[in-house]
């Protein structure tokens, strides 16, 4: 700990506040009308109206055992440790079994605490595996440098006041982040209902719109669009059923649902085998891959690699057929754009999975290969641009987290006021 101003100490958290367990009451005495104390669960930190004080819940309790207002509480059993949420009672309240309160003392500011406390990282309080919990006996030995309760009022205004600031520049980052994501697919969409060469040419001339693709469901396409199925142009290779207790650590790299990330195949954690399989099952420089089972059902990615691997179950190679009708970036785009529709149809069923003959049906747009090209290239240009973007707002929030933790390392350090 660096050298605090004289009128600073350093004291444990068990001697500046009172730490004590939740309980959990009987399920008969709980009500909803709002009768008494409110009574707060561990999940109730991840209610929206909860992400500071706890205000929001369905059940009270009427009861004389309760924890008072503006004490700080966490999670302190379970997994939700690992969510190092920590928040501040917003009248005196009741809290379950699972959580931890910590109530300041008279010479220790409540906001002080919780600012010191949001600095913590719990999962460094751990104890036991199966089920883990915070060690309470080393928790209450954290050390915190504690100014006068003047000091600690002047720290928490100025962190107050910039918090808010940082904090507004973070919501204005994350909507544009959100409209990043909108704008992709807006692009995605108008490249496949034939309006983004429109939207990208003021020279482009109307087209006629077709009424001879009668079974499609994409209206209003360009007369030189025809409407085909998947399996007309392309075919779906399923992955071969390696055994996992076979994985080697040389070998040919073998691609699972789990190496497909960020539209782009990464085989840095890719298992491998020293098996030699049939050529269907190679994956290529330019293939595109898709997880037809689990909670990504739909994800894909292009394999970029001059070598080749091999295809693990449960992943599925989309080959094109007639690549004088279909681009393989047009192919990539387009699952970019009806990922929603698989998800969908996956979820169908209790487990998420969409098959080879789901996907072969699926219904693709396509225009002259030349528009196509067209449109890939628009698509490369624009979504470059937005990935610059997306860059820099990643950065910008960067920055301001580590602005927020070179603040609270400025007020426990004694140097945020003079």
């Not at 309006?195 to 001879?212: C, D, G, I, V, Y």
């Not at 207790?245 to 491998?272: A, L, W």
């Amino acid at each position: 700990m660096t050298k605090l101003p004289k009128t600073w100490e350093v004291k444990t958290l068990g001697e500046v506040c009172d730490i004590f367990g939740g309980y959990t009451p009987k399920k008969q005495d709980l009500n909803s009308n709002k009768s008494g104390k409110p009574y707060f669960k561990v999940s109730d930190m991840n209610h929206e109206d909860n992400e500071l004080y706890l205000q929001t819940t369905k059940s009270y309790l009427i009861t004389h055992k309760f924890f008072r207002k503006n004490s700080v509480v966490f999670p302190k059993n379970g997994g939700a440790i690992y969510t190092n949420k920590k928040r501040i009672l917003n009248q005196d309240s009741v809290v379950d079994l699972n959580t931890c309160v910590m109530t300041p003392k008279n010479f220790t500011h409540n906001m002080f605490l919780f600012f010191f406390i949001e600095n913590i990282n719990l999962s460094k309080y751990t104890k036991g595996s199966a089920v883990p919990t915070i060690d309470m006996d080393r928790f209450k030995q954290i050390k915190i440098p504690l100014p006068p309760i003047e000091t600690q009022k002047q720290i928490v205004e100025i962190l107050d006041f910039k918090f808010a600031k940082i904090e507004n520049a973070t919501n204005a980052l994350n909507l544009v982040k959100k409209d990043l994501v909108k704008l992709k697919a807006s692009l995605l969409n108008s490249a496949f209902n034939g309006t983004l060469l429109e939207m990208s040419s003021q020279e482009a001339t109307a087209t006629k719109q077709s009424t001879n693709n009668t079974e499609s469901t994409l209206p209003h396409l360009p007369q030189d669009w025809e409407v085909k199925t998947l399996g007309e142009v392309a075919f779906v290779q399923n992955g071969f059923a390696f055994k996992s207790k076979e994985y080697q650590d040389n070998g040919t790299n073998i691609i699972r649902i789990s190496d497909i990330k960020n539209n782009q195949v990464d085989i840095t954690d890719s298992v491998k085998t020293q098996e030699k399989l049939p050529s269907e099952f190679e994956i290529h420089k330019g293939d595109l891959l898709i997880a037809m089972s689990g909670a990504t059902t739909g994800k894909t990615g292009v394999y970029q690699y001059e070598f080749f691997s091999y295809l693990n179950q449960r992943v599925g190679n989309i080959k094109i057929l007639k690549k004088d009708i279909l681009l393989d970036k047009f192919r990539n785009y387009f699952f970019m754009n009806i990922k929603k529709e698989i998800e969908n149809l996956a979820y169908g069923g209790a487990q998420p999975n969409i098959s080879k003959p789901m996907l072969e049906n699926l219904k693709i747009p396509l225009p002259p290969l030349d528009t196509q090209k067209q449109i890939v290239e628009i698509l490369e240009s624009k979504f470059k641009g937005i990935e610059k973007l997306d860059y820099f707002v990643n950065d910008s929030l960067d920055k301001l987290s580590k602005l927020k933790a070179s603040l609270l390392n400025k007020a426990f350090s004694g140097e945020l006021v003079c």
